[in-house]
């Protein structure tokens, strides 16, 4: 364990977080705000690409999987405390997860229980999604091809993960998500075995809530409110 995880273990009171990023070949860079933002208010933030997005044969759902359960385990290992924050395929993850580890608090953004078309898949792929508000459509090149089945799969393995969860639940869905339907955070709100659970749907906000500069402030806001409740 390296001094700065001791440190945490021994004298912080605050959990650790864990980030679960989405099928992107940005991985955790749509995290980064949310990531910043806890590491300034002293948190110990945990996270890791799940694959390789320049690497076509790291196409292994269950290897992704598994690497999210070790960032899990990570965590365990410094506090008993962890929440887990899961944004869109990474919001199915983190359902697995905690379904399977005793964590505090699951933070579902934008979960892909369901995708709006293979389509919508694809262009997550070859990044051409449509414009929003005459914002530029950034290339930030591409996922490989065969990568779309193994995202599949994921959604396949962890789905009913959600009728196991029973920690505080707080799901997050932009009403304008070009990816992901409102529905699948309905959907997964419906079926979380939780009694302690919100869903927030929020008016003419996409797909990436945390780089969503009318609301991301705000979502950290109820989670970092939500996260000191547990606090000890």
């Not at 359960?69 to 962890?82: F, G, H, M, R, T």
């Not at 983190?94 to 505090?104: C, E, G, R, T």
């Not at 709006?116 to 530029?136: C, D, G, S, W």
């Amino acid at each position: 364990m390296t001094i700065k995880k001791a440190f945490y273990k021994n004298f912080s009171t605050k959990p650790v977080i864990v980030f679960i990023h989405g099928f992107s070949k940005r991985t955790t860079i749509p995290l980064d705000n949310a990531m910043e933002y806890f590491r300034n208010h002293g948190y110990f933030v945990v996270s890791k690409n799940l694959f390789d997005p320049n690497d076509e044969n790291d196409d292994n759902p269950k290897n992704w999987i598994e690497n999210a359960n070790k960032l899990v385990e990570e965590a365990l290992s410094i506090k008993e405390d962890v929440v887990v924050i899961g944004f869109s395929m990474g919001g199915v993850i983190a359902s697995h997860l905690a379904s399977n580890y005793p964590v505090k608090l699951l933070i579902l953004l934008a979960p892909a229980f369901e995708y709006v078309t293979l389509k919508a898949v694809r262009e997550t792929i070859t990044n051409r999604l449509p414009k929003r508000n005459n914002e530029p459509v950034v290339n930030n090149g591409k996922l490989p091809e065969n990568f779309v089945d193994a995202f599949k799969e994921v959604v396949l393995l962890c789905r009913n993960s959600l009728e196991k969860v029973v920690c505080k639940t707080i799901i997050f869905h932009g009403r304008d998500d070009e990816k992901i339907p409102v529905r699948s955070s309905e959907y997964a709100y419906q079926h979380l075995a939780s009694k302690d659970k919100k869903l927030f749907l929020l008016s003419h906000a996409n797909h990436n809530l945390m780089e969503d500069t009318n609301y991301y402030r705000d979502i950290l806001s109820v989670i970092h409110q939500n996260i000191r409740m547990i606090e000890k």
